[in-house]
């Protein structure tokens, strides 16, 4: 019987203690309760849900709390665009500056026949992993992998590998920055979704290295440069970009450019498409 009832005050005494330590948890979750700010659930709402990570958060949830909190911009997700920005200005009660539509653009031209190898590939089907070979098996230092990080990491679908190079599709494209963080050679750009030019090459090298590395890289010959009648573009350690706040796109950098490596897009029946593209890859795009 005492061994009996010994066990039983045992019982008794742990289950008291439990039931003590079960009542200071839940007093203790109701005094330090971190109140969360039913605005955050409201722009969650409002979000498009698509958790794409270009706004630099791990999701929608994520960005919702920041910009609660003051840390991000009511206007900080692209996908959303104009709609969604004005709406959370609305729940957070602020003027909210419209954002500038934008879309994802790869700065390499160097399909597989153009750009020269230093080696044959035959590991993981991934550019970070390609990358710590040697920064991948082009000779260029800066000419894309090709082997679809970006693809793998857009939600839209607006990427693909076409010869050795990513392919933006502006019609899926989303402008959410998420390629530009996954690339390792950090090679695409966003820019303004209606511009008509852009530079397709980022090589850094001086043009007689660049001509040894690809027949259409950028030798920095500032023709380009020389040629543009509202000083858009400029070409800076051997870099040639466009300040788009000057682009009128008059197109006298493509037509003055000895290496063909400044693309231009057009509006056909209302979507925008790359004009200086061979058919058969323009095809694939629509």
Not at 9 to 30: H, N, Q, T, W
Not at 84 to 111: D, F, H, L, N
Request: net charge positive; with cysteine; aromatic share 4%.
């Amino acid at each position: 019987m005492n061994d009996y009832m010994s066990i039983l005050i045992a019982a008794g005494v742990f289950a008291g203690l439990g039931l003590l330590a079960g009542a200071l948890l839940a007093a203790a979750s109701k005094i330090f309760e971190v109140k969360k700010d039913e605005r955050e659930d409201h722009i969650v709402a409002v979000l498009p849900g698509a958790n794409c990570g270009g706004c630099g958060r791990s999701g929608c949830a994520a960005l919702a709390a920041d910009i609660v909190a003051g840390k991000a911009a009511p206007s900080s997700c692209t996908v959303g665009g104009a709609a969604v920005a004005k709406q959370i200005g609305e729940i957070m009660g602020v003027e909210t500056e419209i954002p500038m539509r934008m879309r994802a653009q790869v700065m390499c031209s160097g399909t597989s026949e153009l750009a020269k190898k230093k080696y044959v590939y035959a590991g993981a089907r991934d550019c970070i992993a390609a990358e710590k070979m040697g920064g991948g098996d082009k000779l260029c230092a800066n000419g894309c992998i090709g082997l679809g990080t970006c693809v793998a990491t857009c939600k839209f679908g607006a990427i693909s590998v076409i010869e050795g190079v990513a392919v933006v599709d502006y019609k899926k494209c989303e402008g959410c920055g998420a390629c530009t963080y996954a690339c390792p050679k950090h090679i695409i750009k966003l820019i303004p979704y209606d511009s008509t030019h852009w530079v397709g090459c980022m090589s850094v090298e001086k043009g007689a290295t660049v001509n040894k590395q690809c027949a259409v890289g950028c030798i920095a010959c500032r023709k380009c440069e020389k040629n543009c009648p509202s000083e858009a573009i400029k070409v800076v350690n051997s870099l040639a970009s466009i300040d788009y706040t000057k682009c009128t796109g008059c197109g006298k950098c493509v037509d003055n450019c000895p290496r063909k490596i400044i693309w231009s897009s057009s509006r056909q029946n209302g979507e925008l498409v790359i004009v200086r593209l061979p058919e058969e890859n323009l095809q694939s795009l629509s």
